[in-house]
């Protein structure tokens, strides 16, 4: 999707760059529209005050895009329901540390004297549309092989170089033979203008298709290219006649796990893991 903002009108401020922009061009492709989303929780309640509701709208909003294969990325245009104005700068810090983007959706902020439920606080609308699989914006799709090994052991030392501090160790993926797991496991690269920016190394098991790494250059995080990559390996998946595809993280990569939460995953077991907690996922297809 293209973000317009023209000179010919005002230009947004720069505290607002990241959760507002005029615009959003999308390409065609399938669009989902979100019927507006209250604080409901799963169990039926009615989370407990502004932030609460919100957070638990922006929840269920993004369980709805990740059950059709979306993520807040693809997300063109967000509309926001208040019954209070004293609620905004609150609105504003909940979006900043949940949907912030380099690409933001265009928004439109209204307060209501009152929402279909009195208890309601917050409403949460949202359009998404999901480019066409080929799409020129994405890049090129290929598998790897062996002449690809510097650029795979590249990127992965790029993507995971944050969680050096986090554990005091480099993660597992960083310490990978890929000479050896280009030969053994399937690697499906994604290149942009001749450079690689994301990649899914995934192993075929009895049951299911096991995501051995999924990594995003950090040059381009913020594109929904994790997502998308993950949708590709979704259906191979599907193609291999998987009903499920599994994974396995770091406890303490909270972003990580967040990320495969929103994506439909649940977490089957914990266990201890080279000083910390390993978390086992599954995603039924």
Not at 68 to 97: H, M, W, Y
Not at 160 to 186: F, S
Not at 205 to 224: I, S
């Amino acid at each position: 999707m293209t973000t317009i903002d023209p000179p010919t009108i005002w230009t947004v401020p720069a505290p607002f760059r990241t959760i507002y922009t005029h615009a959003r061009e999308a390409p065609a492709g399938r669009s989902l529209f979100v019927s507006g989303q209250f604080g409901v929780a799963p169990d039926g309640r009615m989370r407990e005050g502004f932030t609460g509701q919100l957070g638990q709208a922006m929840d269920n909003v993004e369980a709805l895009l990740a059950a059709s294969g979306l993520g807040v990325p693809e997300v063109a245009k967000a509309t926001f329901f208040l019954t209070r104005a004293d609620d905004l700068p609150a609105l504003g810090e909940v979006r900043r540390g949940r949907w912030a983007s380099d690409r933001p959706a265009a928004v439109t902020v209204i307060v209501v004297a009152g929402l279909a439920r009195p208890d309601a606080l917050v409403e949460v609308e949202v359009t998404a549309v999901a480019a066409t699989p080929d799409a020129p914006a994405l890049g090129t799709l290929r598998p790897a092989t062996t002449a690809d090994v510097p650029a795979i052991q590249a990127l992965v030392r790029a993507a995971y170089a944050k969680w050096v501090p986090v554990i005091g160790r480099e993660p597992v993926p960083m310490t990978a033979d890929y000479a050896q797991a280009v030969r053994l496991h399937r690697f499906d690269l994604l290149e942009r203008d001749g450079a690689l920016v994301a990649l899914a190394e995934t192993i075929p098991r009895a049951d299911h298709l096991w995501v051995e790494n999924l990594a995003v250059a950090p040059t381009h995080h913020g594109l929904g290219l994790g997502r998308w990559m993950l949708r590709q390996v979704e259906e191979s998946a599907r193609a291999r006649g998987h009903g499920a595809i599994r994974l396995a993280t770091n406890q303490a990569f909270a972003a990580n796990l967040d990320f495969y939460r929103r994506a439909g995953f649940v977490v089957e077991r914990e266990e201890p893991f080279r000083g910390g907690i390993g978390v086992y996922l599954a995603k039924t297809l």
